[in-house]
């Protein structure tokens, strides 16, 4: 057969099956902060091309759990977190935090030990939720030194980017002063138009980029 080899328009996409998202898959990903999801509430998320439902427990525990009922497909962030599982709004289903269906309240004959949805691994850690969706054991979540400290810590509200996420990865900070100049300039932001240079290092963790006026 043939060599195939990617093209770089081939590692934009991240849905599952693609080179890049299974890849990415490979890791835990940061999905949201752990203060927009609150006790006994569910809501629906997207990440890497796929839609899942997140909910937390009456008892404040965090779940990942397949986007859609395994009776109708229905959305399942629309229904009600009771405990630490959860209903669907459209015939009552009910599945636990394992993602074994635990009730069938419209079936004469329930067979609930039969029905199953996927579930995800989860990890709350500096004020964010992280999830691996990734085949196998994940592998171990890492943490950091300098947010283990004793301190406060911040987590952002969302930015959605209106790009890929390789046109992320490829940008630079060269361009701010010039491509914000307007916004900078409409908004006080002198520090925006200072022209900078990098300098990056290796780090255990990946890169370390260090920004030095230029």
Same mark, same amino acid.
Request: charged share 25%.
């Given at each position: 057969?043939?060599?195939t ?38 809501? @629906? ?9 997140? &909910?937390? +427990? #009456?008892?404040?525990? $965090?779940? *990942? ?11 399942l962030?629309?229904?009600w ?12 289903w ?26 995800? @691994? ?9 999830? &691996?969706? +990734? #085949?196998?054991?994940? $592998?171990? *979540? ?6 283990d ?23 630079d ?40 006026p230029?």
């Amino acid at each position: 057969m043939p060599e195939t080899r990617l093209q770089f328009a081939d590692l934009e996409p991240v849905g599952p099956g693609t080179p890049a998202g299974r890849y990415l898959r490979c890791y835990w990903q940061p999905v949201m902060r752990s203060r927009d999801l609150r006790a006994g509430h569910a809501k @629906p998320v997207e990440i890497l091309g796929e839609k899942f439902t997140a &909910y937390r +427990g #009456e008892n404040g525990a $965090p779940h *990942f759990v397949a986007f859609g009922c395994a009776h109708r497909g229905a959305q399942l962030s629309l229904g009600w977190v009771e405990g630490d599982e959860l209903r669907c709004r459209y015939h009552g289903w009910k599945f636990g935090a394992t993602g074994q269906c635990v009730e069938q309240p419209t079936e004469d004959r329930p067979f609930c030990q039969r029905v199953k949805i996927p579930v995800y @691994p989860i990890y709350e850690y500096a004020g964010m939720i992280f999830g &691996y969706f +990734g #085949e196998g054991e994940p $592998p171990a *979540f890492r943490r950091y030194p300098a947010l283990d400290r004793p301190g406060v810590i911040v987590a952002e509200p969302p930015e959605v980017l209106p790009c890929t996420f390789w046109n992320r990865l490829d940008n630079d900070t060269g361009h701010v002063p010039w491509v914000h100049r307007g916004t900078a300039r409409r908004r006080g932001m002198k520090n925006y138009l200072v022209v900078r240079r990098e300098r990056v290092e290796e780090a255990p963790y990946g890169m370390k980029l260090v920004r030095l006026p230029g």
